[in-house]
């Protein structure tokens, strides 16, 4: 079931009428999705090796995506 609470914003609810999801119109809301979804990969990435600004910048050179 679906159920809007605002204009651009759907719950998706369970049979026990449980919010399991939102729907969120892109054309609407599609920066604060970005803003979402950035927040949320980076979490998920916080606990990965880290490289310095050095490092990166020597991986591109050796790949030749980056003068210099």
């Given at each position: 079931m679906?159920?809007s609470?605002m204009?651009?914003?759907s719950?998706?609810?369970?049979p026990?009428g449980k919010?399991?999801?939102?729907q969120l119109d892109l054309?609407?809301?599609?920066e604060?999705?970005e803003?979402?979804y950035?927040?949320i990969?980076?979490?998920?990435?916080?606990?990965e090796?880290?490289?310095s600004?050095?490092?990166?910048?020597?991986?591109?050179?050796?790949?030749?995506?980056l003068n210099?």
């Amino acid at each position: 079931m679906v159920i809007s609470m605002m204009e651009g914003i759907s719950f998706v609810t369970n049979p026990k009428g449980k919010r399991i999801a939102v729907q969120l119109d892109l054309d609407k809301y599609g920066e604060l999705w970005e803003d979402i979804y950035d927040s949320i990969t980076a979490r998920e990435r916080a606990h990965e090796p880290k490289s310095s600004l050095e490092e990166v910048k020597a991986r591109l050179r050796r790949r030749g995506k980056l003068n210099g």
